[in-house]
């Protein structure tokens, strides 16, 4: 099934602001897959059953960047521009470490309306907290 841009966003953003915190790895850095399930914003983008520990880096001696695990992606990630995924993933990373929920939000959000304003996408609908 195809993504498009708009698609990967959307689920991107929905993802991690559900989340509400960074995903981390084992070593501290931003991880595909983190501590107890979470996700980055490329993450989101890979089902439990398409991922590999390799994404990460390990056994491999690769960088975790999207550019050199782009080969490890199900087919309908890598059809998508290698720059916009690049984005997606530099809005999660650059979010601080140790931020409580709220200032996690704020943060990747605005990096996110980068992303939006940069690709010519909408931002989503403001997400509603959990009554």
């Avoid at 850095?29 to 089902?47: E, M």
């Avoid at 059953?49 to 695990?69: A, F, L, R």
């Avoid at 890598?78 to 993933?89: E, G």
């Amino acid at each position: 099934m195809e993504l498009t841009m708009q698609q990967a966003f959307d689920q991107a953003y929905a993802g991690v602001m559900t989340q509400g915190h960074k995903s981390q790895g084992v070593h501290g850095g931003c991880a595909y897959r983190g501590a107890g399930g979470s996700k980055c914003g490329v993450g989101q983008l890979i089902t439990d059953e398409e991922y590999t520990i390799g994404m990460d880096g390990s056994g491999g001696g690769k960088s975790t960047s999207i550019y050199n695990v782009i080969d490890l992606f199900p087919a309908r990630v890598r059809a998508l521009p290698m720059d916009f995924l690049a984005a997606i993933q530099r809005a999660h990373d650059g979010c601080g470490k140790g931020w409580n929920k709220k200032e996690f939000e704020v943060e990747f959000h605005h990096h996110m309306e980068i992303v939006a304003r940069d690709w010519k996408l909408k931002m989503p609908e403001p997400m509603k907290e959990a009554a």
